[in-house]
């Protein structure tokens, strides 16, 4: 480093060697000199030639406020690059040369450039192109004050920024987000009201605390006369009347480069709701709605994204908005380095540490939907779920026994009987390895729920009438370990069925009577301790199992209803302890 620090002030020397130096130079504070930069992206030359780093960098203001009138800076750039955790090599040749004069540093016009970074040749084994390294770039700033004719001194700073490098291909074919896509009318402001271009600031740098962007009303208002606070919360929350709900897979395919991709061009455009929900409504497409998928990532230094399409995108990772392209637009691109992100101080995120990813996307205006999407995020499950479900629902999410109507839902709340039959045909599917089909003949007027005639045909359900299912009540513990307890009959006991089931006794060990086993009901009681003597649903405290609510009062406060996340666990418990028994 000092023998390259040398030789450039050398050079420098050489350069203003018939130029009188001044006994006084310039003086500025320490933290003036390093400017700020930002990686904007990676770039591969369309002639096949070796990649380099396009960057920005902002002169600090602190060196430009030195200079009066009559005065001019040069700003000299060197660069060093180190591969993996090698030694830096420095540069042959400068990146970067410039001249502020005196008109630019007075109106503030021109303190932000352009420049550069080279890597190593696309020849050597150490390229960016063998996807096997990874990269760190030091920059040498050297300031040069200029009166008239005379130098007035030279100054150094030197800025070290992670650079992504590159990452191990994908171990897999694809990467799927659950999106949650909502269907509008048009209404002539916020939907089909014109295209204005991209418009910067709509919601705020943070994500609220409800995991939906926070929306700038003054902004909207400017643009779209007439938006209300009220319009832009239904966006992406269900509003009765006002928009319809969906969920669809959005599928990234690995390509031969290290990235997954989404390229809507392959389908002549993104519609991924055509003909539901409101319809396409006289259009030739289903245009008009919001999307928003919500997953997490592990951390490990050389994540990037990068998105084309049109309109509105945000996208937030650990809360923070990285890329903004608000607005009824054209295509429009902005790509991200998240090491970058994290260098120059806009992410604070280390690498192993579990990190949110939020992504928000509309489309607004009719003839034509684009979306293009690139990275080499390797995306998990994400639930809305209490922490200590976390690595339970992760299982749960690997083990296929997420229902769909489950994976976007807040699982922290009571599961419905409907919702339970879903989970309970995925356990039957994961322990008998076969596919549940639904009942040809519904018997049931209250429902039409694919999962629910599924869970009927099988024999794992019936209904709380001849003619009822009562999809929307919430359902019990002893409900739960009942219907969960009929999946492992029904796989493991050759001529079981739902109705014979008298006829059949589980063998088990019964633990100790419940403190409550009065309050379980005696149809459940078998089900309840074959349950317990597994390990598959334990009690709640005081060696009580909370069976079911026996008053008003705690039929009021929802006491012994299943939440959706404690089915879930529940159902990966049973796969794995009883998966061996069948």
């Known amino acids: 480093m000092k023998g390259k620090v040398t030789a450039f002030l050398t050079a420098l020397a050489l350069v203003f060697a018939l130029l009188p130096i001044t006994a006084t130079a310039a003086s500025f504070p320490a933290k003036t000199l390093v400017p700020t930069i930002t990686l904007l992206e990676e770039r591969k030359p369309e002639d096949g030639g070796s990649s380099y780093l396009y960057c920005e960098f902002s002169v600090p203001q602190g060196v430009m406020d030195v200079v009066n009138e009559d005065g001019e800076i040069r700003v000299f750039v060197d660069e060093a690059v180190k591969v993996d955790n090698g030694e830096w090599e420095w540069d042959e040749g400068q990146v970067a040369a410039l001249s502020l004069t005196p008109y630019e540093v007075i109106e503030g016009t021109s303190n932000k450039y352009y420049m550069n970074l080279n890597l190593p040749d696309s020849g050597s084994d150490k390229s960016i192109d063998t996807k096997k390294h990874s990269y760190s770039v030091k920059l040498l700033f050297m300031y040069i004050i200029v009166?008239?004719?005379?130098?007035?001194?030279?100054?150094?700073?030197?800025?070290?920024?992670?650079?992504?490098?590159?990452?191990?291909?994908?171990?897999?074919?694809?990467?799927?987000?659950?999106?949650?896509i909502r269907d509008f009318h048009s209404d002539g402001v916020l939907f089909e009201s014109?295209?204005?271009?991209?418009?910067?600031?709509?919601?705020?740098?943070?994500?609220?605390?409800?995991?939906?962007?926070?929306?700038?009303?003054?902004l909207w208002s400017e643009n779209w006369p007439g938006t209300t606070q009220t319009m832009l919360n239904a966006l992406f929350n269900d509003v009765t009347g006002t928009n319809k709900k969906t969920t669809k897979p959005l599928t990234f395919t690995a390509d031969n480069e290290g990235y997954y991709v989404l390229d809507s061009a392959k389908t002549d455009g993104f519609f991924p709701i055509d003909g539901e929900l409101f319809g396409d409504e006289g259009q030739n497409h289903n245009f008009w709605f919001s999307l928003e998928c919500h997953a997490q990532f592990t951390y490990q230094g050389y994540e990037e994204f990068e998105f084309v399409g049109d309109d509105d995108v945000w996208v937030f990772v650990d809360g923070v908005l990285v890329v903004d392209i608000g607005g009824?637009?054209?295509?429009?691109?902005?790509?991200?380095?998240?090491?970058?992100?994290?260098?120059?101080?806009?992410?604070?995120?280390?690498?192993?540490?579990t990190v949110s990813f939020d992504f928000f996307y509309m489309e607004r205006q009719t003839s034509e939907s684009n979306f293009y999407a690139r990275t080499n995020i390797d995306f998990t499950y994400a639930p809305i779920s209490s922490p200590w479900a976390t690595a339970e629902l992760q299982k749960a999410?690997?083990?296929?026994?997420?229902?769909?109507?489950?994976?976007?839902?807040?699982?922290?709340?009571?599961?419905?009987?409907?919702?339970?039959?879903?989970?309970?045909?995925?356990?039957?599917?994961?322990?008998?390895?076969?596919?549940?089909?639904?009942?040809?003949?519904?018997?049931?007027?209250?429902?039409?729920?694919?999962?629910?005639?599924?869970a009927y045909n099988v024999g794992i359900t019936s209904g709380t009438s001849s003619t009822a299912f009562s999809p929307t009540q919430l359902l019990n513990r002893e409900q739960a370990a009942t219907m969960l307890t009929r999946v492992f009959k029904k796989v493991s006991i050759a001529g079981w069925t739902l109705a014979t089931d008298g006829s059949f006794k589980l063998?088990?060990?019964?633990?100790?009577?419940?403190?409550?086993?009065?309050?379980?009901?005696?149809?459940?009681?078998?089900?309840?301790?074959?349950?317990?003597?597994?390990?598959?649903?334990?009690?709640?405290?005081?060696?009580?199992?909370?069976?079911?609510?026996?008053?008003?009062?705690?039929?009021?406060?929802?006491?012994?209803?299943?939440?959706?996340?404690?089915a879930l666990v529940i159902a990966v418990r049973m796969v794995e302890n009883l998966r061996d028994k069948i």
């Open 147 to 180: 009166e008239g004719d005379f130098a007035m001194g030279d100054f150094s700073a030197e800025k070290t920024i992670g650079v992504s490098g590159n990452q191990p291909p994908p171990v897999k074919n694809t990467v799927v987000l659950d999106a949650i």
């Open 328 to 353: 009824v637009h054209g295509a429009e691109r902005e790509s991200i380095s998240l090491p970058a992100l994290t260098a120059n101080g806009t992410l604070d995120i280390k690498k192993g540490e």
């Open 194 to 218: 014109g295209s204005i271009g991209a418009v910067d600031g709509l919601v705020q740098s943070k994500l609220g605390s409800d995991k939906k962007p926070v929306f700038n009303l003054p």
């Open 397 to 454: 999410a690997d083990l296929g026994l997420i229902p769909e109507t489950l994976k976007t839902a807040d699982l922290t709340k009571s599961i419905t009987r409907a919702e339970f039959a879903a989970v309970a045909v995925k356990v039957y599917e994961a322990l008998s390895g076969a596919k549940a089909i639904p009942a040809v003949n519904n018997p049931f007027i209250d429902t039409s729920d694919v999962e629910v005639l599924k």
């Open 507 to 566: 063998q088990y060990t019964a633990p100790a009577k419940f403190a409550d086993d009065a309050k379980i009901s005696a149809w459940a009681k078998d089900s309840v301790y074959f349950m317990s003597a597994n390990g598959i649903i334990s009690g709640v405290g005081s060696n009580t199992f909370a069976p079911r609510a026996v008053t008003t009062e705690e039929q009021a406060k929802n006491y012994a209803s299943a939440t959706r996340e404690q």
